[in-house]
Nanobody, 123 residues
Framework: QVQLVESGGGLVQAGGSLRLSCAAS????????MAWFRQAPGKERNFVAA??????RYADSVKGRFTISRDNAKNTVYLQMNSLQPEDTAVYYC??????????????????WGQGTQVTVSS
């Protein structure tokens, strides 16, 4: 059974940093895209960042502030978030796709999801 477990969320002041982790179990995703999405109350789940191999994609709103990285030996993906702003407040979800080679940005293209971790940025 595949599981994705996020950790690292919390409360931080504007301008601060957090690092999210997502550990996968049940199968290897070393050849598949893994991503982070976020969902604020009353809003849609939006793409944040994804990575496969050395290729990455970022939402425009987080470029230059967030960095996605992976440790395939640990089957883990990370999201380093710097210069956090109140508008970054959301539940952050880790996702993995069974697809290969491309990096989808639609949540519909991802097959496995974590339970989410809350990130709250105070002004």
């Amino acid at each position: 059974q595949v599981q994705l477990v996020e950790s690292g969320g919390g409360l931080v002041q504007a301008g601060g940093s957090l690092r999210l982790s997502c550990a996968a179990s049940g199968r290897s995703f070393s050849s598949n895209p893994m991503a982070w999405f976020r969902q604020a109350p009353g809003k849609e789940r939006n793409f944040v960042a994804a990575r496969i191999g050395g290729a990455t994609r970022y939402a425009d709103s987080v470029k230059g502030r967030f960095t996605i990285s992976r440790d395939n030996a640990k089957n883990t993906v990370y999201l380093q978030m710097n210069s956090l702003q109140p508008e970054d407040t959301a539940v952050y979800y880790c996702a993995a796709s069974r697809g290969l080679a491309i990096i989808p940005i639609s949540h519909r293209e991802y097959d496995y999801w974590g339970q989410g971790t809350q990130v709250t940025v105070s002004s």
